[in-house]
C-alpha cells in the first residue's frame, strides 16, 4: 500500500493567489506538512480532518530537521497517506523542494509537484516593480542571501553579480544586507543603485523600504526591518509605487 507525496507551492500570500490545483490536493489530503511561510490566511484554511504536523514547532517546541521531514513523508506515504507537503511560493525556488523531490523518488514513493506563484516575482510586481522591463532590465537573477559573501567560499559570484546589468532578487538575504550591498559596491556595482526591501509581501502588514545600496544596510537596521523580505535590486526599483 503505498500513498503519494505532493509538494505543493501555496504562492506568496493569501488564498487569491494559491492555485486550484493545490486547493484540490490539500483539501483532499489525509496529512499536511507545512511551515509558517504560506501565512495565517492559509493555514488557518488547513483541513481540520487532515493530520496538520507544523515543521517548524514540532511537538510544541522542536524544529523538525530536513532529515526528519522527508523521512516522515516517506513513512506516511509508505502507509498509504496522501500527504501534502506545503511551502510558500513555488515548492522548487529555494525550500529545497527539489532534495526532497530526489529523496522520495529515491524511496520509490510517487511524487506530484504543484507549482506556485513565487514571492520573487509577485513580491515586487504587487507594489508596481515589474523585474524586467524594456527600458531597465533584459535579465533577472534570484540569488539566496543566506551566505554571508565576506566569509569563506560563495557558491555565488559576486564580482559577475556586480556587473550585471539586468535585475538582482534576493531571498533570505536580510541578516546579510548590509554585506552584500557593501560586497557588491567592493566589486564595481554603482553606489546610488536603488534598491527595494519588501517585507512581509501581499500580507495586511507589508512594508517597503527603498533606498541607495550604500546606505540601505544602515537604513534597513534602524527601520528593524524583518525577514521574510524579498529584496530587489537595480533600475527596475524606480517604478516602486506605494498604492495603499
Ligand atoms: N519558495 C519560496 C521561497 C522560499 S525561501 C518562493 O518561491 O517564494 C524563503 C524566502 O522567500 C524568505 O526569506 C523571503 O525572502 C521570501 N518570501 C517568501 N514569501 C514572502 C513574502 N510574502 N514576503 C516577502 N518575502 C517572502
Not at 79 to 89: A, D, P
Not at 92 to 117: D, K
Amino acid at each position: 500500500m503505498t500513498g503519494k507525496v505532493y509538494l505543493v507551492g501555496s504562492g506568496p500570500g493569501g488564498l487569491g493567489l494559491m492555485t486550484f490545483r493545490a486547493r484540490e490536493v490539500i483539501d483532499r489530503a489525509d496529512v499536511i506538512m507545512y511551515d509558517q511561510l504560506p501565512g495565517e490566511e492559509i493555514l488557518a484554511t488547513l483541513p481540520a480532518t487532515a493530520e496538520l504536523v507544523d515543521c517548524g514547532k514540532f511537538g510544541s517546541h522542536h524544529i523538525l530537521e530536513q532529515d526528519e521531514i522527508e523521512a516522515m513523508m516517506v513513512g506516511k506515504a509508505r502507509s498509504g497517506k496522501c500527504v501534502v507537503r506545503l511551502k510558500g511560493g513555488d515548492p522548487f525556488l529555494f525550500g529545497r523542494g527539489g532534495e526532497e523531490m530526489e529523496t522520495l523518488l529515491a524511496a520509490g514513493v510517487a511524487v506530484e509537484v504543484v507549482p506556485g506563484i513565487t514571492s520573487a516575482i509577485a513580491v515586487p510586481e504587487c507594489v508596481g516593480i515589474p523585474v524586467t522591463h524594456r527600458k531597465y532590465a533584459s535579465q533577472v537573477t534570484i540569488l539566496t542571501g543566506h551566505e554571508d559573501p565576506t566569509k569563506g567560499e560563495s557558491a555565488l559570484n559576486w564580482a559577475w553579480l556586480a556587473k550585471t546589468t539586468g535585475t538582482i532578487v534576493i531571498l533570505m538575504g536580510v541578516k546579510n544586507l548590509a554585506v552584500i550591498a557593501g560586497s557588491l559596491i567592493e566589486h564595481g556595482m554603482a553606489a546610488a543603485t536603488p534598491v527595494a526591501v519588501i517585507e512581509r509581501g501581499l500580507r495586511p502588514d507589508q512594508r517597503v523600504t527603498v533606498a541607495g545600496l550604500d546606505a540601505i544596510g544602515r537604513i534597513a537596521q534602524e527601520r528593524g526591518v524583518r525577514a521574510p523580505a524579498v529584496i530587489v535590486i537595480g533600475d527596475v526599483v524606480s517604478l516602486y509605487k506605494d498604492t495603499r
